[in-house]
């Protein structure tokens, strides 16, 4: 299995641009998250999906971050306009079910300039 | 409402020592407990979980954790650490019903040769 695939890996933006990070679950699982890492909050949970559908979004920070995932292999955390504050790395995971092991992608990382 | 604490921000021990690292939980019903680690420039890699059985779990790369209910802790420890396990260390919890995981702030190890 080739695991959870984010892209791109790095991603070098001004401020005010638009930003979309992608990700592609691993196959068959049916819940998906996006984190964010900075070293002052650490690993926070923005949204997760099950079945397609956005469960829970109240850790999304601001009206500019928005996330959709259209079918099942397939997810975007889009950031429109993108600040310097925005500036981290993005995580998605994957589970089957809720209540089984996440697994994380290798990341986005976001620099804001 | 669920939460886990990792009251060491740094642990550091001579390779060939045995390691802990702390992890303690708050859950209102059963918990299931979780490891990951994170070396520089990837993204979390499942070490080991606890959902129910034996207290003692055994992971990935000789790790191991103790499930200690009375003391609602999940150390995870080592006999024998090694340089390669120089990394960031995530425990997460999550309850019965509650689907997403709820990560400590993580611990960095730093083994020295």
């Known amino acids: 299995d080739a695991g959870v695939i984010q892209s791109p890996r790095h991603e070098v933006t001004e401020m005010g641009q638009e930003v979309t990070l992608r990700c592609k679950p691993i196959?068959?699982?049916?819940?998906l998250f996006w984190y964010r890492q900075t070293m002052m909050r650490g690993l926070e949970l923005l949204i997760y999906?099950?079945?397609?559908?956005?469960?829970?979004d109240s850790g999304m920070p601001e009206d500019r971050f928005s996330a959709k995932m259209p079918n099942a292999s397939f997810s975007t955390l889009k950031i429109q306009p993108s600040e310097p504050r925005d500036s981290a790395v993005y995580f998605c995971?994957?589970?089957?079910?809720?209540?089984?092991?996440?697994?994380f992608g290798p990341g986005t990382r976001l620099l804001v300039l | 409402a669920q939460s886990v604490a990792q009251p060491e921000d740094q642990v550091n021990v001579a390779e060939g020592n045995p390691l802990t690292v702390k992890c303690t939980y708050s859950?209102?019903?059963?918990?299931?407990l979780f490891w990951y680690v994170q070396y520089p420039n990837r993204g979390l890699q499942f070490l080991l979980k606890?959902?129910?059985?034996?207290?003692l779990v055994k992971g990935s790369y000789g790790f191991e954790a103790e499930f200690n209910k009375s003391q609602t802790s999940f150390h995870l420890k080592k006999p024998s650490a090694l340089v390669s396990d120089s990394a960031l260390y995530f425990c997460?919890?999550?309850?019965?019903?509650?689907?997403?995981?709820?990560f400590g702030k993580g611990t960095r190890l730093s083994v020295i040769a």
């Open positions: 606890y959902i129910t059985g034996d207290n």
């Open positions: 859950v209102s019903g059963n918990p299931y």
């Open positions: 997460a919890v999550r309850d019965l019903g509650n689907t997403p995981l709820v």
């Open positions: 995971a994957s589970s089957l079910l809720g209540v089984e092991t996440q697994y």
């Open positions: 999906f099950n079945n397609n559908v956005p469960i829970d």
């Open positions: 196959s068959g699982h049916d819940y």
